[in-house]
């Protein structure tokens, strides 16, 4: 079934013909002459190479990155410099990069990476709601996302410091998805589940 409800990451926007083509993505290099630490990590995007020496590890070319951003939308994740996408956050980690240049070690600005990461829920209930709290500080509204179906729901949040937590919860029974809202808050993304039967549930999840 179609998400009843859904604030998707970074959604792809039409452009009329006569609009301005994007600007390109500016990449950062390390200052000439940087002395850089063996075992320091390149800081581009979708390379994990470590600096061994300057022979080894600052050519041109040795670099296999993604100079674009992060783009997440209605389950799927990419990057917005290509095309290919992925439904699991472990796919999207191990996209292969789509540009080439020389490793990123220092850089002369901050350069933010996804990192997957784990967020503690908790939940309570009335006659007719579940409310859900899944707990994560400085949710970035335009970049997050949740989705009801009837009998699950999918979020995908970015907060933090380039943090990210992916989850589905399959939930104990069915829901109504058009009467089910959620709101980000300064701690928290809180759901309020709207259950398709008024009953006790006796878990959030079912087994």
Not at 46 to 61: H, R
Not at 62 to 90: I, L, N, S
Not at 103 to 121: D, M, P, S, W, Y
Not at 122 to 141: L, P, T
Request: proline share 5%.
């Amino acid at each position: 079934p179609q998400p009843a409800a859904t604030q998707a990451a970074a959604a792809a926007t039409p452009v009329a013909a006569a609009a301005r083509a994007p600007e390109p993505e500016l990449i950062d290099e390390d200052p000439a002459g940087a002395i850089v630490a063996a075992g320091a990590k390149c800081k581009r995007n979708g390379c994990n190479a470590e600096f061994v020496s300057v022979d080894q590890s600052q050519g041109a070319d040795q670099c296999q990155f993604h100079p674009g951003r992060a783009v997440f939308h209605e389950g799927t994740k990419g990057w917005t410099c290509c095309k290919p996408r992925a439904t699991d956050f472990d796919e999207f980690m191990h996209i292969k990069g789509c540009a080439r240049g020389r490793h990123l070690f220092i850089g002369t600005r901050a350069v933010v990476q996804a990192q997957a990461e784990k967020c503690r829920r908790d939940f309570y209930q009335m006659a007719n709601d579940v409310i859900v709290s899944v707990y994560a500080k400085k949710i970035q509204r335009d970049a997050s996302s949740v989705e009801f179906h009837g009998d699950s729901v999918q979020l995908h949040l970015e907060y933090g410091d380039g943090k990210v937590y992916d989850d589905t919860i399959q939930l104990y029974a069915a829901i109504d998805p058009a009467a089910s809202s959620f709101e980000f808050l300064s701690t928290k993304a809180e759901l309020k589940l709207a259950k398709a039967a008024p009953a006790q549930w006796p878990a959030l999840e079912r087994e």
